[in-house]
């Protein structure tokens, strides 16, 4: 049930967005936060296998890449495709997740993606923080709440947010939206 419950939001986060394919979901996850406990006191590796599928299989659908964000022990890393930190020229760092050391999310990411790397630093399109996890750092500039109909996953609290361009210029500028 976690498991569809996470591809719906997901669905519904990138639907409201509607980023270009090739974009970036960064999900930050506690899964201590889902099952009711305090974030980082009872990591539960399964429910991550079962939150990153289905999150993994609602961006495969649209053609989006995600970044699972590791926790504060690896300084908020991040989890993402080969392909995906390659062609945005972001630099690979040598570590590898585990559940009390990035978290079980960002492990279950590294488990199931095809190639993963871990990089520090990212500039995402749009993004899901469940569980008071903190992703604002790992969206571009101008971050914009998305509301979607339900802000629970199991017991966690979810926060989603898409980017747009930043307005720049003043009076006499022309904008493309």
Request: hydrophobic share 45%.
């Amino acid at each position: 049930m976690i498991r569809e419950e996470a591809y719906q939001m997901a669905v519904e986060l990138i639907e409201i967005a509607n980023p270009r394919r090739g974009a970036l979901m960064v999900i930050g996850c506690s899964t201590s936060e889902v099952t009711g406990n305090k974030i980082g006191t009872a990591s539960v590796p399964e429910v991550a296998e079962e939150l990153y599928q289905g999150i993994a299989q609602a961006a495969a659908e649209h053609g989006i890449f995600v970044a699972a964000q590791c926790c504060e022990h690896l300084n908020r890393a991040l989890i993402l495709e080969r392909e995906a930190a390659e062609a945005r020229f972001y630099e690979a760092v040598n570590v590898k997740p585990q559940p009390k050391a990035g978290g079980s999310f960002a492990t279950a990411a590294f488990k199931f993606m095809e190639d993963p790397v871990a990089v520090e630093h990212i500039k995402a399109d749009l993004g899901m923080d469940i569980g008071d996890t903190l992703i604002g750092m790992h969206l571009k500039d101008v971050a914009v709440p998305v509301r979607l109909t339900t802000d629970k996953l199991g017991e966690a609290h979810v926060v989603c947010a898409q980017t747009r361009l930043k307005f720049i210029g003043g009076e006499r500028a022309h904008y493309l939206l």
